[in-house]
T-cell receptor, first 114, second 111 residues
């Protein structure tokens, strides 16, 4: 398996624009997590899905953020409208649901909002 | 979510020394922990998992779990410049556990 695949790797956009980040989890993994990493706040959990169903989105900072998982092999994180303070690295991770199973991370998307 | 605390550092050690990284946690029910390593500009990757009290060794790495004092540590013996990275700890758990990370400790190993 190629691992967790995220796209794009880098995104530069203007304030107010819509941004869509994409993630393909490892085949067979049924839990998917979206994180945001900044120097100030570290690695924050935004939302996670089990079997394509959003379980907890309490980490989503504002209504400008939304996430979907239409099927087991694809998820999106959307920011609309984007703001400069959204600049961060966004990671997607997946794991096979089970006791103490490892979470595997994608390479991340570095988002810069200018 | 289970919370963990880490000193953000940076922790600077000379090459060949022992680096000691610590993580404290608040949930007494936590039974297991992961240590991830994250190189600058890269994603976190798992390097150690510890379940029981005591030590677990893997090459130059030793993880220690002390449930009574609620801390978990990672020792790196004979530190190398290639060990320079941020180290993140995260509690494990049951089938539906949520990987939740501390802020990580930045380690710098200088020649």
């Amino acid at each position: 398996d190629a691992g967790v695949i995220q796209s794009p790797r880098h995104e530069v956009t203007e304030m107010g624009q819509e941004v869509t980040l994409r993630c393909k989890p490892i085949s067979g993994h049924n839990s998917l997590f979206w994180y945001r990493q900044t120097m100030m706040r570290g690695l924050e959990l935004l939302i996670y899905f089990n079997n394509n169903v959003p379980i907890d989105d309490s980490g989503m900072p504002e209504d400008r953020f939304s996430a979907k998982m239409p099927n087991a092999s694809f998820s999106t994180l959307k920011i609309q409208p984007s703001e400069p303070r959204d600049s961060a690295v966004y990671f997607c991770a997946s794991r096979q649901q089970g006791v103490n199973t490892e979470a595997f991370f994608g390479q991340g998307t570095r988002l810069t909002v200018v | 979510q289970k919370e963990v605390e880490q000193n953000s550092g940076p922790l600077s050690v000379p090459e060949g020394a022992i680096a000691s990284l610590n993580c404290t946690y608040s949930d007494r029910g936590s039974q297991s922990f992961f240590w991830y390593r994250q190189y600058s500009g890269k994603s976190p990757e798992l390097i150690m998992f510890i379940y029981s009290n005591g030590d677990k060794e893997d090459g130059r790495f030793t993880a220690q779990l002390n449930k009574a004092s609620q801390y978990v540590s990672l020792l790196i013996r004979d530190s190398q410049p290639s060990d320079s990275a941020t180290y993140l700890c995260a509690p494990g758990g049951g089938g539906s556990y949520i990987p939740t990370f501390g802020r990580g400790t930045s380690l710098i190993v200088h020649p």
